[in-house]
């Protein structure tokens, strides 16, 4: 069971900007890192942001994340085609010492 | 670059057991860890458990306890996950995926291994 709260979907038209948000408690988001992972139709999730803002080698800066308390949020500037995915976030949970994640997003570009 | 490359898609019956692997290339192996991140059809991520590349430890999540092994073979710098008592809602992709510590982001995922149960 995910015990991470995202929106079920997202869309905006080209250019425009989005934004995930994710939904924990203080046993996850409250006590440790979030990360996102983007998951592309029919391909393995990707990761995308961590350590809460954090983007690896090669994503591109038109995506940010954040995190504030038990609550954290990931923003796509600029949309495009290619951002029409599935959007997960995640976070080590201390009471269930599990890594949990979010329940998904999938962005549409409208 | 830093790679992991899974074995082929597996066809079990109910009661079976399956047996996954993950190689991988790019990186010194024992300096991290592989967690193991399940996809049932058209549903989301669920996290299985963790193994340390350097000492073979591991953290499985509380739901699977039981049915759950993971193991690695320094020597080829493979990580395998083997499932037992498959059922029917153990239908999935299965994923493994870098990870220093369970508590760590994961980087990069493996292509993913499709394991189906069914009679």
């Known amino acids: 069971q995910s015990v991470l709260t995202q929106p079920p979907s997202a869309s905006g038209t080209p250019g425009q900007r989005v934004t995930i948000s994710c939904s924990g408690s203080?046993?996850?988001?409250?006590?440790?890192?979030v990360h996102w992972h983007q998951q592309l139709p029919g391909a393995a999730p990707k990761l995308l942001i961590y350590?809460?803002?954090l983007r690896p080698s090669g994503v591109p800066d038109r995506f940010s994340g954040s995190k504030s308390g038990t609550s954290a949020s990931l923003a796509i500037s600029g949309l495009r085609s290619e951002d029409e995915a599935d959007y997960y976030c995640?976070?080590?949970?201390?009471?269930?010492?599990?890594?949990?994640f979010g329940t998904g997003t999938k962005v549409t570009v409208l | 670059q830093v790679q992991l490359v899974q074995s082929g898609a597996e066809v079990k019956k109910p009661g079976a057991s399956v047996k996954v692997s993950c190689k991988a290339s790019?990186?010194?192996?024992?300096?991290?860890?592989i967690s193991w991140v399940r996809q049932a059809p058209g549903q989301g991520l669920e996290w299985m458990g963790w193994?340390?590349?350097?000492?073979?430890?591991?953290n499985f999540a509380q739901k699977l306890q039981g049915r759950l092994t993971m193991t690695t073979d320094t020597s080829t710098s493979t990580a395998y996950m083997e499932l037992r008592s498959l059922r029917s809602d153990d239908t999935a992709v299965y994923y493994c995926?870098?990870?220093?510590?369970?508590?760590?982001?994961?980087?990069?995922w493996g292509q993913g291994t499709l394991v189906t149960v069914s009679s």
């Open positions: 995926a870098r990870s220093a510590y369970p508590y760590n982001w994961f980087d990069p």
């Open positions: 995640a976070a080590w949970d201390d009471s269930l010492s599990s890594h949990v």
């Open positions: 193994i340390s590349g350097y000492n073979g430890n591991t």
């Open positions: 350590k809460n803002n």
């Open positions: 203080n046993s996850n988001l409250g006590s440790n890192y």
């Open positions: 790019g990186y010194t192996f024992s300096n991290s860890g």
